[in-house]
């Protein structure tokens, strides 16, 4: 009846039966109906067209749309079902914006905020009271290691902004490289919050620049630019990591040159707004200015493992023995403590007279083997200023020296010279080897690829990511980077500054720098303070998680300031002695700098140009008397030629030098540089 009626097979019947969708009564061959079929998925099934039904209905339980994604991982589809729906004109594919977080789901968030430790309280009082009160403190500096709970700060005072209908700005260096800290802003304020990272088309930015204006947002996250957000009730600007040089916009950039933090201040006294501007490492200047009464100045001294709760999971994930982490004290139920990761020194002239050539010193190649053996995770870092290291005859071993203090002299690429670090001796580098007359005398030529051929050679084992600019490009591929490695599909993570950002790696146990004082030998007054900001900041990307960790630093110059300090977590320690150098020069903040900078093809084009220019701003000195200031140059800054223009430069140093800048015509092709942020 069936295949003379429906005008089908045989086949037909049978492959219903197959299939289950029909069955035979046992004695005569009568067809029964099975009742529970569901006839659209059936049909599906039997044209073998299940997965488009199932896209089908994804999509109407997602109201329309979802990303592709997210359908092939929950359906196990592919790209072709969906191009073969898009061309039949059933779903249409766009292109959207995603803000992908590789760090999603690692992080605890609780409903509720946690309870504040004691000492975030304290620093919660004053905040909390100044936002209240539109009379009191406006300006704070949160001085807290790396971990001590800064980032719940700054989310409870945008939380109290909010319910008080003002709305926030959040400053990051880099929106790429911090993006646990985006998220959890993002996490807290849902569907309030603009993230102003650099993937924003024109089209995109203009968008969130009218929706701001608009109202539309109660938070706007981003880097500086994202201070000019048109944000009609401001009332809370957050600066993370003030001390970040990323903040300044210099060139290449076109004008205005300015500094986000200088700009914030002025931004909050015209909107009377709260500026809080946190770091574990602060410019010293900014310090000095709290110190002073101009900012509030909280401290958050202790480490905060996390919250109790987390830390309970992740013990028992990870079947390891909590008893180290502490209780905070028995007011603060949430949080509970950690120590600061131990920094052990190595003084690599040791390694050298013992015959070790290698840059990995016995100890950091005995730790690494260790992380390997036992399947965590380590990061090293190389210090991407003044790439160098020693130079020697890769045929008798002979390693050149300085003259006068006999330490290994370094090589340097601008100038290709060889510096000393402990003198500032320069030596052109020699053709031959002094002892065996050898050519082959060679810098070793250390950038992350030097690292990362070591690490080959030594460890064939280990899965290696190498994570600087040239192997990124593109700023997307920052958190494809992060991500592999938060995976676990590598093992050591070789990286510049980047890695000393705001990462938190519960898997790395070891931080080893290869060089802790290659930037030590630049002559510029900061490099003192720059090199103690990313030793402090990358030896405390140790030790984030459960499982402890511990940073090695390698170094020539043990008994630097800098590199003390930075091992020892002292960040007061490395402040009184920075201060007594600045104050011993008269660099910032006991006075202000100035730069004005010449370009030229022409090598001695800008200093003819800075002698008359020199002459005049001297002739205005005596003028008006500013017996205070005085003119540095015109001299070649240590990078002297960038670009095939030879630089010449007049330093103005001075309790305030746009009084005497004011007075001057300063002629064309002078870039004026107020507080630069190098001298180099
Ligand atoms: P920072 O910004 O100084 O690096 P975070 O705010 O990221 O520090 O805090 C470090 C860790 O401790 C985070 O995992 C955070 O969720 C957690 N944490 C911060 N404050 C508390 C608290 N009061 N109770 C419980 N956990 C906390
Ligand atoms: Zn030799
Ligand atoms: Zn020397």
Not at 45 to 54: N, T, V
Not at 452 to 461: A, G, L, S, W
Not at 661 to 679: F, H, K
């Amino acid at each position: 009846e069936i295949v003379s009626t429906a005008g089908c097979k045989p086949q037909h019947v049978k492959s219903l039966v197959d299939r289950g969708f029909a069955q035979y009564t046992s004695s005569d061959e009568q067809l029964l109906e099975k009742a529970d079929i569901d006839l659209n998925h059936a049909i599906a099934a039997l044209q073998k067209s299940d997965k488009y039904l199932a896209i089908w209905e994804y999509l109407r339980k997602e109201e329309g749309s979802a990303l592709a994604s997210d359908l092939r991982s929950s359906i196990g589809c592919t790209r072709k079902h969906l191009s073969v729906l898009e061309q039949a004109d059933i779903i249409a594919i766009h292109n959207v914006e995603v803000w992908r977080d590789p760090l999603a789901g690692k992080e605890f968030i609780t409903e509720q905020p946690p309870k504040l430790t004691d000492d975030q309280a304290v620093c919660w009082e004053r905040i909390s009271l100044s936002l209240s009160d539109s009379e009191g403190e406006r300006k704070f500096l949160l001085h807290g290691v790396t971990g001590s709970g800064k980032t719940e700060i700054y989310l409870r005072a945008i939380d109290q902004a909010v319910k008080n209908n003002k709305q926030a700005i959040v400053l990051v260096p880099e929106i790429a490289l911090t993006p646990q800290t985006v998220r959890r802003f993002a996490a807290r304020f849902p569907d309030r919050v603009a993230i102003l990272h650099s993937r924003l088309s024109a089209g995109e930015r203009f968008d969130t620049w009218r929706r701001a204006r608009q109202g539309d947002f109660d938070v706007v996250i981003g880097p500086r630019s994202a201070l000019f957000a048109p944000l009609e009730r401001l009332g809370v600007i957050v600066i993370d990591e003030e001390h970040d040089e990323a903040y300044k916009q210099d060139p290449p950039v076109r004008p205005p040159y300015y500094h986000a933090r200088e700009a914030a201040i002025k931004l909050v006294e015209l909107c009377n707004a709260v500026l809080i501007m946190g770091s574990a490492t602060p410019d010293v200047v900014t310090y000095h200015r709290a110190q002073r009464g101009e900012f509030g100045l909280l401290e958050l001294p202790k480490r905060i493992m996390g919250h109790r709760e987390w830390v309970r999971r992740e013990a028992k994930r990870l079947r390891i023995d909590t008893s180290r982490y502490q209780d905070w004290d028995k007011d603060t139920p949430d949080a509970l403590a950690a120590e600061m990761p131990p920094v052990q020194m190595v003084d690599m002239r040791h390694e050298l007279r013992v015959g070790n050539m290698s840059i990995f010193s016995r100890l950091l190649r005995s730790e690494l083997s260790r992380v390997l053996d036992s399947n965590q995770q380590a990061i090293l870092f190389l210090n991407r200023r003044g790439t160098s290291t020693y130079v020697f005859c890769r045929d008798c071993g002979y390693v050149l020296r300085c003259p006068h203090c006999d330490m290994p002299l370094t090589y340097h690429r601008p100038n290709a010279l060889l510096v000393c670090h402990h003198c500032g001796e320069t030596e052109r580098q020699p053709e031959k080897c002094p002892v065996c007359s050898s050519r082959r005398v060679k810098y070793f030529g250390l950038g992350t690829e030097g690292v990362e051929q070591t690490v080959i050679n030594d460890f064939p084992q280990a899965r290696i990511l190498r994570w600087d600019r040239d192997t990124t490009g593109k700023s997307s591929a920052h958190e494809e980077f992060l991500l592999k490695f938060v995976n676990g599909e590598a093992d050591i993570l070789i990286g510049t500054q980047m890695v000393a950002k705001g990462l938190d790696l519960p898997l790395v146990t070891l931080v080893g720098v290869i060089s802790a004082d290659v930037s030590l030998g630049l002559p510029d007054y900061r490099t003192g303070e720059r090199t103690f900001q990313v030793l402090a900041q990358v030896a405390g990307r140790a030790g984030r998680g459960l499982l402890g960790g511990r940073a090695i630093f390698q170094t020539f110059n043990p008994e630097h300031y800098a590199v003390r300090n930075a091992s020892e977590h002292d960040y007061g320690g490395f402040y009184a002695e920075e201060m007594a150098y600045r104050m011993n020069l008269m660099y910032p903040p006991y006075r202000r700098l100035a730069r004005l900078e010449y370009q030229d093809p022409d090598k001695h084009q800008g200093r003819v140009a800075g002698i008359d220019l020199a002459h005049s701003l001297q002739r205005t000195i005596d003028d008006m008397m500013l017996t205070s200031t005085e003119i540095i140059g015109p001299n070649q800054p240590f990078f002297h030629r960038i670009g095939g223009r030879y630089r010449w430069q007049i330093v103005i140093r001075s309790p305030e030098p746009t009084r005497l800048l004011q007075e001057v015509a300063i002629p064309r092709g002078w870039r004026v540089d107020i507080e630069p942020m190098s001298l180099l």
